[in-house]
């Protein structure tokens, strides 16, 4: 339990760079599509997990680092959001600029403000233009917002916090309908349900939610006392992600659709993973296996870091211009991964410690 008590994740930093690594492959699995065997193709093609991994890791981070501390006041609040926008919008916007200055890939975008703040991934009709993976920005912004309030609610009751996120997505549910009985909603804001499911954190905050729980457990005696009950997490919260992951595959009818698109395999997706991922993640931190000591080698940790950036420029923008000029067997990933982490070390890390610094001059 050593880790705990210094408050330090290397086997969950070491995690993301594996996360990152499975939505590589799903994005690439287009190449692979007539070579391999439906069954194996049909198990690649929900790697989108990778998201799920990303979104329980930041409710578990944001929970276990912050509790209800930015409620505190209104200047601890606003340094909380500002830190939070240092961490994720200044890379974007340098990406998201050379986008829209190189006008042979952005001649048909035209939706400045709402690409700049992320909110064009609330509409069907804008979802896959810019940066088109930075959908799930917008989801990890909407929780960081709402995390403060959200662990508030959590430590006096679970119910109380799954009631206000049913009613969030219930609102949003009203909003996007509401909109496509009145004008038909057009531009397809948080509508249809299909699109508002996979896009939202309206629909998504269950993921969070674990992680939240999980830092809440590992906060309290009895949560704890509870936690260390639990055998071989590590083994049988693998387990569990590769079961869940195979049921949803399961609903895929070839190798063109998702499980999560039956809602059978969505249920399983928002209900079942997200609770064995947290399992997986306990056990990292709980004990010494050979998983645990593998992700926290320096390597995986450097790619852990260097992760956010390797999601950033894996598809779209960059990684189409990196084609232009180079084009690997591997489909770049190696070269990515060595473009990722130098980005990381030369503009993300000091952009965000700068960030920092000012931030904290805050009066």
């Not at 509401?178 to 896009?199: A, Q, S, V």
């Amino acid at each position: 339990m050593e880790n705990l008590k210094k408050n330090t994740f290397e086997a969950l930093t070491g995690m993301r760079a594996i996360a990152a690594i499975m939505v590589f492959v799903y994005h690439n699995r287009k190449y692979w599509r007539d070579d391999l065997p439906f069954p194996i193709m049909r198990f690649i093609s929900e790697w989108h997990i990778g998201v799920t991994v990303f979104f329980v890791l930041s409710g578990f981070l944001l929970a276990y680092r912050y509790e209800d501390s930015p409620l505190e006041s209104k200047k601890s609040y606003l340094k909380y959001i500002l830190l939070r926008i240092a961490r994720i919008f200044p890379l974007y916007w340098i990406l998201l600029s050379f986008f829209f200055l190189d006008t042979a890939y952005s001649r048909n975008v035209d939706t400045y403000f709402l690409q700049y703040s992320l909110l064009y991934s609330l509409f069907e009709k804008y979802s896959v233009s810019g940066i088109v993976q930075a959908w799930s920005l917008q989801v990890e912004f909407f929780f960081y917002l709402l995390s403060p309030l959200l662990f508030l609610l959590l430590k006096k009751s679970w119910k109380y916090c799954i009631s206000f996120l049913l009613g969030l997505f219930l609102l949003s549910f009203a909003i996007g309908y509401g909109l496509h009985g009145y004008n038909n909603n057009p531009e397809g804001f948080l509508y249809p349900l299909k699109f508002m499911m996979g896009n939202t954190f309206f629909a998504r905050s269950l993921e969070f939610f674990s992680g939240m729980l999980l830092a809440s457990l590992m906060k309290k005696e009895k949560g704890l006392e509870v936690l260390k009950r639990l055998k071989n997490p590590t083994l049988y919260g693998g387990i569990g992600i590769i079961i869940f992951t195979i049921s949803i595959a399961l609903f895929a009818r070839n190798n063109f659709v998702h499980g999560v698109e039956r809602w059978e395999g969505r249920l399983i997706h928002e209900l079942f993973l997200p609770v064995a991922i947290g399992v997986f993640f306990w056990g990292l931190m709980s004990e010494k296996t050979i998983v645990s000591k593998v992700l926290s080698t320096k390597f995986l940790i450097l790619l852990g870091n260097a992760s956010f950036v390797f999601y950033l420029v894996h598809i779209s923008y960059f990684n189409l211009k990196l084609k232009e000029y180079i084009y690997l067997p591997d489909r770049n990933f190696v070269l990515l991964w060595i473009c990722s982490i130098i980005i990381y070390l030369l503009i993300e890390k000091p952009l965000y410690e700068l960030s920092r610094k000012l931030i904290a001059k805050i009066k």
